[in-house]
């Protein structure tokens, strides 16, 4: 990823921890913006948030709020949490999501769980989140999560602390940070102790920049209207214009004029919405679906997916309520299957099932039904040869041989293993039912 540069912007941000704070003498020290913690998990709200909130924004800083995420919660109750302790504050920056400890689930669940968090998001809000996660933590994350910006942090060691990396690193996922929080023990005028400082990448920061919105005409983050102005807004026009709707004089200039409404008509008209000129949740929940299906994962962003075709399909139970997700990193939730349904597996991944009627299940959520296999005429030689494909496969102590008659074989097996078998017994043209 890229190097720190001089001309980027000089960001903090700040919780409870860093307690009272002079926000007067923080803008006098060349900070532009800060991230304040207003909310953790489903149950926590940051003492602090709003005086820091009403400090920075009167000292003229622009203001924006990170979540500090529990993976093993849900994450669009976390969303819904944070968004109503955030009631009517305006932002400047994006709303952040602090995603730094797995927890003890999969990293194919923290990745998923980062994926709804921020499309929720972006749904109720029309503002695209940013990450925030450590450089060790961002092998947890797939490619379909570099369409949200990454803000990385990485610190040096010892007196070096201070200064921090030239640069994080590199990541599989993101070529470039939008924000780097290069030392968690800075010191910033107005702020006793240590403070953590980042740098804005000075191109991002223009992408998202609507000047400081002041405090007193915030809408609902989930309502957007003429007058309005500020990111939120920024946003709309910007993924109007992906859209292709039309605003030839002003642009995404974050501010909800004459030309924005006649936009957001256009846009409700095609798309058999209330045309009101109001860009409200569902008029945001329509346009984050389709900004969504034009930034759609490619099928190299996926995990290789096995096909099993009608003939290896086996069927498999679910142990509890089952996500059914649209792609194979497991992003994209579609539906629920309530625990016991019994439904069939036509392909898989290293993690997830591919599912009759489409869409992909956690292995770990589901349990393959046993099948009785009955193989006939079998020979000494074949015997000896099924016996060491199933010793192989650990399943030595589940063949039943029967040699009276017609020497036959009852083998009982599930899943994956189901699959091998059969495709055993084909390869070798051996009759079974």
Known sequence: MQNRSTQNVKVIDVSHHNGTINWTKVASDGVKGVYIKLTEGTSFLSPTAYQNYLGAKNAGLRVGFYHYALADNDPIKEVDFFLDKLGTMKVDLPHCLDLEENKGKSKAQVNAFGLKWLDYLQKKTGITGILYAGLSFLGNFTSAMSKYPLWVARYAAGAKRTIGFT???????????????????????????????????????KSIDSGVVVIGDANPPSSYQKGDSGLGVKELQQNLIKLGEKLPRFADDGSYGDETIEAVKAFQSRNGLTVDGVAGEKTLAKIAELVKELNAP???????????????????????????????????KQKTLKAGTVFSVYGYTYAAFAVGGGGF????????????????????????????????????????LHGTGNPSAEIVVSGLVLVKVRQFLDEKGWYYK
């Open 298 to 332: 490619e099928k190299e962003d996926l995990p290789t997916v096995t096909s099993l075709g009608d003939k290896y399909s086996f069927q498999v139970k679910a142990k509890v309520d089952t996500g059914v997700y649209e792609y194979a990193n497991l992003a994209g």
């Open 361 to 400: 299940v956690q292995m770990k959520d589901v349990e393959a039904l046993p099948v009785t296999i009955l193989t006939g005429g079998l020979n000494p030689k074949m015997e000896k040869e099924l016996r060491d494909f199933l010793k192989a496969l650990a399943l030595d102590g589940e063949l039943n």
């Open 167 to 205: 640069n994080p690193g590199n990541s599989d996922v993101w070529d470039k940070w939008a924000m780097f929080q290069y030392t968690d023990s800075g010191k910033v005028k107005g702020i006793s102790g240590n403070v953590d400082i980042n740098e804005m990448d000075l191109s991002f920061f």
